[in-house]
């Protein structure tokens, strides 16, 4: 029914957040419990960004082998990737926008130095994919399965 993502903890000398996050695994039945029952209510209520980066932690999850780990990245100052992936002693971050123009915070470009990303992916409701910098893309649904195969 939920899913607990654990911080991710890299040997910086900063304070980072240690308290799990928390997600509705089920995003239609997170929906229906909410009483949203169109894509115009959902546009318009405040659980969208929150809904929409679940279902995106599920879709990730799903597609990962089973001895991959999921974590997370926030420090107290702010900086987070919603979503690190760790497989095989190599780290990915997905950071989660729902936004047609994302511009991803802070935490994205602070991330990859602390945690040793390899690459990194703004996923968001886009049509195409696109590069902001070399190990950085933003990628739309349809490219996540292709995206995650490159990794």
């Known amino acids: 029914m939920v899913r607990r993502l654990q911080p991710v903890r890299p040997n910086?000398?900063?304070r980072l957040?240690?308290?799990p996050k928390v997600y509705v695994r089920d995003s239609g039945l997170l929906h229906a419990l909410l009483g949203i029952t169109d894509v115009a209510a959902l546009q318009g209520h405040p659980v969208a960004g929150a809904s929409w980066e679940g279902f995106v932690v599920e879709q990730v999850a799903g597609a990962m082998p089973a001895d991959a780990t999921?974590?997370?990245y926030r420090t107290a100052a702010g900086a987070e990737i919603d979503l690190v992936v760790e497989h095989r002693g190599r780290r990915v971050?997905?950071?989660v926008e729902f936004s047609a123009a994302p511009r991803p915070a802070r935490g994205l470009w602070q991330a990859p130095e602390d945690l040793r990303l390899e690459r990194a992916?703004?996923?968001?409701?886009v049509a195409r994919r696109y590069p902001l910098e070399p190990r950085v893309e933003v990628v739309g649904l349809n490219d996540l399965a292709g995206a995650l195969a490159g990794t």
Request: hydrophobic share 60%; aromatic share 18%; glycine share 18%.
């Open 12 to 14: 910086v000398g900063k």
């Open 17 to 19: 957040v240690k308290s």
């Open 70 to 72: 999921l974590g997370f």
């Open 93 to 95: 971050g997905f950071a």
């Open 121 to 125: 992916f703004v996923v968001a409701p």
